[in-house]
Every structure is written in structure tokens, then in C-alpha cells.
């Protein structure tokens, strides 16, 4: 499946996760995604998802990589756990430099 910005931009206007789904995501990113990128997200088994790693890195791609993985890399999809909506919050966490667990 690959986002459009028209379709990244509309998944961005979707409501907020709401303060418990929040957690719950920020929790998912620092440890499950931390087993692989870093558990200061700088980079192990998978790259960095720092702010500076994603400057040049459009959404669509980060959006679409969260839901679908990366086939032929360690990369699962996260589509059957995340939400379209949830994985825009993401990115935008993630490009903005994502907050750590509550």
C-alpha cells in the first residue's frame, strides 16, 4: 500500500489517539521498535529514527514502512496493531523527536 501526501495529509486531520493510546504507542515505539532501531531510537539492527536520520525522508515512505515493513529486512508490518492515523502520529513523533515513556 503506498500513501499519497493528499492521503498522509488526511490520515494527519483524523482525531488524535487520545492520552491512553498515546502511551500505549509511545511505550510500542521505545521498546518494541527500540529492540531493533535503539532503545534511544539512534540506531542498532535497524537504522535511526531520530529527527536528523528523517529529515529527508517523506512521510508516505515512513507511514507506509510502520503498516507494511520492509520485505526482504527484519522490518514486520505493524498494520494488524497500528492504525493508519496512529502510524502518521508516529511519524510525526518520530521526525519531531519522540517523547519518552510516561
Known amino acids: 500500500m503506498m500513501l ?3 492521503a498522509t495529509a488526511a490520515l494527519a486531520e483524523s482525531p488524535h489517539p487520545g492520552r491512553e493510546r498515546e502511551t500505549q504507542l509511545i511505550r510500542l515505539v521505545r521498546q518494541d521498535c527500540g529492540s531493533c532501531h535503539g532503545m534511544r531510537l539512534t540506531g542498532g539492527l535497524g537504522p535511526a529514527l531520530t529527527p536528523a ?3 529527508d525522508k517523506p512521510a508516505d515512505a515512513l507511514v507506509q ?3 507494511q515493513g520492509r520485505p526482504g529486512t527484519p522490518m514486520p508490518p505493524w498494520k ?3 492504525s493508519g492515523p496512529e502510524a502518521v502520529w508516529i511519524v510525526d513523533g518520530l ?3 519522540f ?3 510516561r
Open 95 to 97: 521526525k519531531k523527536g
Open 65 to 67: 514502512a510502520i503498516l
Open 53 to 55: 536520520a528523517l529529515q
Open 4 to 6: 499519497s501526501t493528499a
Open 80 to 82: 494488524n496493531f497500528i
Open 99 to 101: 517523547p519518552d515513556v
